[in-house]
């Protein structure tokens, strides 16, 4: 089993940046699959970007490409999500999610460990 602890959400304005975190409770190892997801809403949970924790296998959202990065340190268990270039659409709930097995990175059943997810919010 492993816990999810996402930070730094927050409100910003349109053009700025965030840097969200995911700290896994216990090592994930080379093979986990790790994601970020967002749900806006009334809208359904949407993949934005995925990367193993060996740091290959880096996958984006066309919406957030070239906008956002992520990135991981392997030694702190720990996920990012860095945000440029922030936009009103970009508003949402931002989840990561982990998984130790096979699976198509940019589908939400492909998941099986889930944060509990932190909220951004971009005023125009």
């Known amino acids: 089993q492993v816990q999810l602890v996402e930070s730094g959400g927050g409100l910003v304005q349109a053009g700025g940046s965030l840097r969200l975190s995911c700290a896994a409770s216990?090592?994930?190892?080379?093979?986990?699959?790790m994601g970020w997801f967002r749900q806006a809403p009334g809208k359904e949970r949407e993949f934005v970007a995925a990367?193993?924790?060996?740091?290959?296998?880096?996958y984006y959202a066309d919406s957030v490409k070239d906008r956002f990065t992520i990135s991981r340190d392997s030694a702190k268990n720990t996920v990012y999500l860095q945000m440029i270039n922030l936009k009103a659409e970009d508003t949402a709930v931002y989840y990561c999610?982990?998984?130790?097995?096979?699976?198509?990175?940019?589908?939400?059943?492909?998941?099986?460990?889930w944060g509990q997810g932190t909220q951004v919010t971009v005023s125009s």
């Open positions: 216990r090592r994930t190892f080379s093979t986990y699959r």
């Open positions: 990367i193993r924790m060996s740091g290959s296998n880096i």
């Open positions: 999610a982990a998984s130790d097995r096979a699976g198509t990175s940019d589908n939400i059943y492909s998941y099986d460990y």
